[in-house]
């Protein structure tokens, strides 16, 4: 980014914050707050130890000094603007989950891709939130981060207080880390003069059951009954180690039956004392990693971390970090709707390849097309990624 | 609770103030004929606590006698461990003060350990043979517990709350029981008082001194398994390989691992390598040696080791001992000793001190 470069995204940003609705965490004056600052870029020169006593502060300082990047810390100090960690007090902090493309298996070809992917591990890390730890929708803040991902953020007083270990003890639970599957599913021995083998019945929790017992139950249950709907149930079956025509044809006869569905839902396992043990193992592994929710853990057990304030650009995308709600979240396009930047036309010299879809429109640029004219908003996107520099010459 | 409980256990809050509620003084605890029995019941607590587990009578008779020397022997019993003010005897004090308390503990209906729980700030709602417990305060309590049944991941999880069972909830007290006693010691005792009380003192020190050399090591914490003698060593790599051990030898090992100071969870932690380890088993296995059923077991000397053929792999140190306990402290000095040589070095070539 040459300086000429800088000056006009600093007035684009300016022009923005100072009208920019910023959302404010809970008790704002306890947090240390963080900022880059364009004239120091590329050098990322974090301004930290600051503090604000009012909204008003903050504003004047986001619309005055236009970071690229601004910051608060997750935690909550006694002394959040003392210059060292030890003299600030650390008093709590906020529960926060990291969802980032760059951290997920899998690699999906373009940006947009990737944030659908990421938006879909978003959606299974609420369901743990909402229905396994029971915290309510006004309690779950979600975030585009204005980059790949999406941050949580809870700030009630009963998380405030976890140390590190406890909240990766959380991480662990929706990523499914030292699950023992066998816990839920597996054979329990009765008591009998028959061989060990004979004398196993298969358990499994019931559907209401709490945890990933339950969870699995309800994938295994709806997966498999939803394949016994299907025309070419025998062929899926099949497909599965261990499964011929004769055990595909038992199935699909218990997954029609909706006395025997509701026998299973209940963790009576019985009719499937016939299916080969493997099979039904593989499956719930697939209920696992089907339902797992890949979150970044240091971010999580980083007590102390600072995360991106919600309302504030991003100055590597120029998107804006966006609070969402849940419903918001599952219509959300980041590539639409965090853009805040205006149609007006700007010229740019494009110093490497890049393409991108915003706003429903395609944008592929290639270096030595000269000066070229782009809508600002896929301007801004060009020139905070360090694709392009500003002007004609 | 009833005075009997308070006495107990006398760590809840209810109990030291009911004890401030006597309004015995300081003087009166430690020089009162009356309370002599207190301060023999609190002196057998400390050595109790050194070499097993502290055991709690269950007051048959009417007598209030009884309840109220066990009430203030736990008072005196604090004061003796904070003017010896030793890490290795705080730590094993609180640790069987807390074990002693999750063996009432397991026998107490869900109410009882409903409001014991409450007294640390956990809020468990009993119903029927188990509690529901919200999620932050389960994983503050089993957060530190090796064992992978407790990791929240495995636990039935429901709008917040977790359900555990009973025995387990006792369990995890044990665990906050363990943290308070620790964290509140040593207390700031007076050394006029201190020296009022060395004739209780001196015969604690003399079984401390003499469970930490017997022991070879000043601090237990820190286990190094790469000082373990060769017979130890071969039995847990087979152990983690999956080999199984016969019983003198697991046995020989385990009670090894036990007093060289690793916990049964820790020890549990190691073995949980091959798929069908049975961790109940092995608990039980482990908790027993350790001495959950009263009896402590000291592992077997070298001699006993040779007759039961698990004596493998004798080195030039195993000639020189009889117990494999001394192989490991006579280790541990060496490296120590060693330790303190190379600072010497380090000193020499120190570039600031030309």
């Not at chain 2, 089993?142 to 039935?156: G, I, Q």
């Not at chain 2, 820790?266 to 959950?292: A, L």
Request: with cysteine; charged share 25%; hydrophobic share 35%.
């Amino acid at each position: 980014m040459n300086d000429k470069t800088k000056r006009f995204v600093k007035s684009k940003f300016q022009d923005y914050y100072r009208t920019a609705e910023i959302h404010l965490p809970p008790d704002f004056t306890s947090r240390e707050w963080g900022f880059i600052l364009f004239d120091e870029m590329p050098e990322f020169v974090m301004r930290r130890h600051k503090a604000f006593g009012s909204s008003g502060e903050l504003h004047d300082y986001l619309s005055g000094m236009v970071p690229a990047h601004a910051y608060y810390s997750v935690a909550y100090y006694e002394y959040p603007n003392a210059p060292n960690m030890k003299e600030k007090n650390w008093l709590s902090a906020d529960l926060i989950f990291d969802l980032d493309a760059d951290h997920l298996p899998g690699a999906p070809k373009s940006y947009a891709d990737m944030l659908e992917h990421v938006k879909q591990e978003s959606l299974k890390l609420y369901g743990f939130l909402n229905n396994d730890f029971g915290f309510a929708e006004e309690d779950i803040h979600i975030v585009f981060s204005g980059g790949r991902g999406y941050h949580f953020h809870i700030s009630t007083p009963a998380v405030r207080s976890l140390g590190s270990a406890e909240r990766r003890e959380i991480v662990d639970y929706v990523g499914s880390t030292g699950l023992e599957v066998n816990r839920f599913f597996g054979k329990k021995g009765v008591s009998g003069d028959a061989g060990r083998e004979s004398a196993e019945v298969f358990v499994l929790p019931s559907e209401d059951e709490g945890g990933w017992g339950g969870r699995i139950n309800r994938y295994m249950v709806s997966y498999l009954s939803g394949i016994a709907k299907q025309e070419d149930s025998i062929k899926i079956l099949t497909g599965f180690k261990g499964i011929g025509k004769k055990k595909a044809e038992q199935l699909i006869e218990i997954f029609r039956d909706e006395r025997q569905i509701s026998l299973l839902k209940n963790g009576k396992m019985e009719a499937l004392s016939n299916i080969p043990k493997p099979f039904l193992e593989a499956l719930a592994n697939q209920a696992v990693s089907e339902m797992s929710a890949s979150v970044d853990e240091p971010v999580t057990s980083d007590v102390k971390r600072l995360i991106r304030l919600p309302g504030s650009l991003h100055g590597g995308s120029g998107m804006r970090v966006t609070a969402l709600s849940i419903s918001e979240l599952e219509t959300f396009d980041p590539l639409n709707d965090a853009v805040v930047f205006s149609d007006k036309s700007v010229q740019l010299k494009v110093i490497k390849p890049f393409s991108v879809q915003m706003k429903g429109n395609d944008f592929v640029v290639e270096p030595g097309e000269g000066t070229i004219e782009v809508p600002e908003y896929a301007a801004m996107y060009l020139l905070c990624r360090g694709a392009a520099e500003y002007g004609s010459n | 609770m009833d005075d009997r409980d308070l006495a107990l256990f006398p760590f809840i809050s209810e109990a030291s103030d009911h004890v401030g509620s006597l309004g015995f003084s300081l003087d009166r605890l430690i020089s009162s004929r009356a309370l002599d029995l207190a301060r023999i019941r609190g002196k057998e607590r400390v050595i109790q606590s050194i070499s097993g587990e502290i055991e709690k009578t269950s007051f048959s008779g009417s007598e209030e006698g009884p309840v109220l020397s066990e009430l203030l022997s736990y008072p005196f019993a604090r004061i003796l461990v904070s003017c010896i003010d030793d890490p290795f005897l705080t730590r094993r004090y609180s640790l069987a003060e807390a074990v002693a308390a999750y063996t009432l503990l397991k026998t107490r209906d869900v109410e009882f350990l409903s409001n014991f729980g409450n007294d640390f700030g956990v809020d468990a709602r009993p119903s029927d043979s188990y509690f529901d417990i919200n999620f932050t305060d389960y994983i503050k309590l089993a957060s530190s517990m090796k064992d992978l049944k407790w990791k929240l991941v495995n636990r039935k999880l429901d709008h917040g709350n977790v359900r555990i069972a009973k025995e387990e909830f006792a369990r995890l007290l044990q665990e906050v029981v363990r943290a308070r006693i620790h964290d509140s010691l040593p207390i700031d005792v007076p050394e006029e008082i201190c020296d009022l009380c060395a004739p209780y003192l001196d015969g604690i020190k003399e079984i401390l001194d003499k469970r930490k050399t017997e022991y070879g090591a000043g601090d237990f914490e820190a286990v190094e398994r790469e000082l373990f003698p060769p017979c130890i060593a071969h039995a847990i790599a087979n152990t983690m390989a999956g080999v199984n051990l016969a019983h003198s030898m697991r046995f020989a090992m385990t009670s090894f691992l036990l007093t060289v100071g690793m916990t049964v969870d820790d020890i549990i932690n190691m073995f949980n390598v091959s798929p069908d380890f049975d961790v109940e088993k092995t608990r039980y296995q482990i908790e027993h040696i350790s001495g959950s059923s009263g009896t402590t077991y000291k592992p077997p000397a070298c001699a006993t080791m040779k007759t039961y053929g698990n004596c493998y792999g004798e080195d030039e140190l195993c000639k020189r001992i009889r117990h494999p306990l001394r192989y490991y402290s006579m280790k541990l000095w060496i490296k120590k000793r060693d330790e303190g040589k190379v600072k010497v070095q380090d000193k020499v070539v120190d570039p600031e001190q030309k």
